[in-house]
């Protein structure tokens, strides 16, 4: 039986710009991204994966390694420039954040940073609506401890993203 | 009562639990039916659940577009195009690089072969090729005046002077013949081979008219053989020498004799010398295995062995009039040393002894020759050589002549002879 490729796009394409957008925390580049997971999947003559969403999701996940350490890098150097240009101190990027939406998802960035990466994952791969079984392959846990895992990380995000309301708050 | 696992509580929670474990999940349901505990526990994990799920969604693109899937394959295609350009652009790559590396290692093997050859070639003008360093010296003794007394065969006449000639002489001269290393061993079987092929073309078409003896046929017609069997035996050749006495008839007289060869005097007896001095070295490979006792006694001198190696094997000449010894023994490196060992009197004697005036006597002679000259300067070490990673020192120790071979570097060689006893 041949695989309907058009069909795995359309129900995981907005997923995958989703679970990318959480790891790059750039939109456009998370679409991008998204798109280039698929032509690789689509790029893959002969290869026919068991789960094609999962498989998607995997490829996603190394882009989006990829990106960040891309993304390093260039912050290193332009730290450099920065040093030698001898600038004024950089502004912090959450003061930046003027509308309500940004200054919202910059406080979920600072939560998630907060979980270890294997809570992390497992929780943006569930948000994403990959099953435990998925997860579990994705992540190399054992089945059993997904739960455990997901409990977890989700009390910690919601107890992390709580307590920077509360310092929001305060800041008035 | 078993209270439900907080993991269990959310596969429970997801739907995923049946699948997982379908008892347990059967087990949990019915306890949430009777557990208050459990229940609150439940719901709780389901509002963090969603207020995770809330928080999540703030964090996501606030508008996709989503692009049609033709896009997306338009965009494979276009890939694979590129790809399929790119990986037959590396096929191609690929492909020049095994030719121009093949080309070149053809080529550095021309230039290694032409190297070889001119070590035992002179030039057309009848000079001897240019050398440098250690080859400088290892040549030197052939292009020292003689000794008073030692006899040197001239290679050819002035008709006759040909490279081939003087290439035979040195193979000849060669002695004892060393073990090939393992990886020079194949070089050799196809120098040899390459040398009885020629050997066969130049006999076959320009064989004996310019000679005027008949002995040089018979000279031929053995150097062939010769070349024949060293390519069969390869030990047997140390360096690259085209068959000599097969070469020499089918050259012209163009090139004059190097100054150290006396011209034009008894050509027959010359000839048949030089044919018995070819045919010795297959005599010469022919060692027997004796005890060190009887080694010494025959020797008269006690064996030169290098302390802390085992000794591999204690051999006489079998062909060898006067008495040659050779210890073999095992390096570290799982190679061989090899001392061949052989009285040596002065110089002068040496010449007079009957072992020198025989053919085997030219690899005397020149033992004999690079005595008298170093002995002179009071040095002990009479030569030294490294070719094909084997090493080669020639020593006069209390009377003895060691040649040592191994496959060292040079200065490895000589600070191991300085512990041999």
Sequence with gaps: MSLDWAEVYRSTFLDLVRFLHRKVWDADRAQELAQEAFVRALSQTGRRPDNP????FRVAANLAKDEARLVIRRKKHLALLKVEAETEPAVEPELLQTDERAAREEAVRQALAQLGERDRE???????????????EHTGLALGAIGTTLARARARLVEAYSALEAKHAARG | MLHVADGNLHAYLDG?????????????????????????????AARVRD????????????????????????????????????????????????????AVGWQARELWLRSVERETFIDESGAPVPRTGAEQEEQQPERLAIPPGIHVPPAEDAGAASTGTVAADRAARQSPPPRPTAGAAPRRQEIAAELSEEAAAKGAGAAGPQREDVVAEGAQVRAREEAARVAA??????????????????????????AFVAAGERKAELAEEEAVALAKPAEKTAWAPVERREAERRLGAPLVTVEGLPVFSIELSAASREPVAR????????????????????????????AVKQAEGAAARRLAVEAHRTEAAGARELDASFTTGTARLLLRRDGSLITATAPLPLD????LLKAAQ
């Design chain 1, 53 to 56: 969403r999962a498989w998607l």
């Design chain 1, 122 to 136: 497992a929780l943006l791969l569930w948000d994403a609506g990959l099953s435990y079984r998925e997860i579990a």
């Design chain 2, 16 to 44: 995923e639990l049946r699948s997982l474990d379908a008892v347990e999940h059967a087990r949990v349901e019915a306890h949430l039916a009777e557990c208050d505990d459990c229940r609150a526990r439940f719901d709780a």
């Design chain 2, 51 to 102: 207020r995770a799920r809330f928080i999540l969604s703030g964090a996501g693109p606030a508008h996709v577009d989503v692009p049609p899937f033709e896009q997306v394959a338009a965009g494979v295609s276009i890939k694979r195009a590129w790809w399929s350009d790119y990986t037959r652009l590396r096929t191609v790559a690929w492909a020049a690089s095994v030719v121009l590396a093949l």
């Design chain 2, 233 to 258: 035996a390869p030990a047997v050749i140390m360096e690259a020498a085209p068959p000599p006495a097969a070469a020499a008839p089918a050259q012209p007289p163009a090139v004059p004799a190097p």
């Design chain 2, 327 to 354: 210890v073999t023994q095992r390096l570290a490196s799982g190679g061989l040393l090899e001392l061949v060992q052989e009285r040596a009197p002065t110089p002068t004697a040496v010449v007079e002894t009957p």
């Design chain 2, 412 to 415: 490895s060689l000589r600070a």
